[in-house]
């Protein structure tokens, strides 16, 4: 049972590179989600999708683009990255019909962007 | 829009003490509220989840309340353990079904 697996898990960016942080989920899940956490701090969502092709934007989407081409995969992506882009990155799952299921989460990947 | 606070951020116990943690939220209209723990430099580990048409789940040592009309959660740990160390996350689901609103957390030290 893999589960939601995310790559890389740890990544230094110099400030304007660009990277994909990757994200596969082997459950038929049709939700999906990008959380950030920074230091003491809760999750803050930043893109969400409830299916293939189809992707919304969370609470803090600025920087940061995603694309949902199958089910399984979820794909981030940092265009110009910034030191306020230094965070651990949580990838989700959940499932399309059961609304009072739980989420099933990545091990995350530490972004430090110096 | 839905807020989520946990009191205390911070907690030290001898081992064995039981202890509770809360949660507080001010959209009542939720689906469900779920607890995780997360250790140090890990990702999330679910431990509750407790349906809004229920009042409590247990697992363990561990059982989780929801009180909806009060807009409040929480999580007792019985005779905790050293291994119970960790920060405590809970989070709840909106009424659209899909969207987490988490908790800033409670990190938890459990002293041997």
């Known amino acids: 049972n893999a589960g939601v697996t995310q790559t890389p898990k740890f990544r230094i960016l110099k400030i304007g590179q660009s990277m994909t942080l990757q994200c596969t989920q082997d459950?038929?899940?049709?939700?999906m989600y990008w959380y950030r956490q920074d230091p003491g701090m809760g999750l803050k969502l930043i893109y969400y999708s409830v299916g293939a092709g189809i992707t919304d934007k969370g609470e803090v989407p600025n920087g940061y683009n995603v694309s949902r081409s199958t089910t399984e995969d979820f794909p981030l992506r940092l265009e110009l990255a910034a030191p306020s882009q230094t965070s651990v990155y949580f990838c989700?799952?959940?499932?399309?019909?059961?609304?009072?299921?739980?989420?099933?989460f990545g091990s995350g990947t530490r972004l430090t962007v110096v | 829009k839905q807020e989520v606070t946990q009191i205390p951020a911070a907690l030290s116990v001898p081992e064995g003490e039981n202890l509770v943690l809360n949660c507080s939220f001010t959209d009542s209209a939720i689906y469900n509220l779920q607890w995780f723990r997360q250790d140090p430099g890990k990702g999330l580990t679910s431990l509750l989840l407790?349906?809004?048409?229920?009042r409590e789940q247990t697992s363990g040592r561990l059982n989780a309340s929801l009180d909806k009309s009060s807009g409040r959660s929480t999580l007792y740990i019985a005779a905790s353990q050293p291994g119970d160390s960790a920060t405590y996350l809970c989070?709840?689901?909106?009424?659209?079904?899909?969207?987490?609103?988490f908790g800033t957390g409670t990190r938890l030290a459990v002293r041997p």
């Open positions: 459950m038929n899940h049709n939700y």
């Open positions: 407790i349906q809004s048409s229920q």
């Open positions: 989070a709840a689901k909106g009424s659209s079904g899909d969207k987490l609103t």
């Open positions: 989700a799952s959940s499932p399309l019909k059961d609304l009072n299921y739980g989420y099933t």
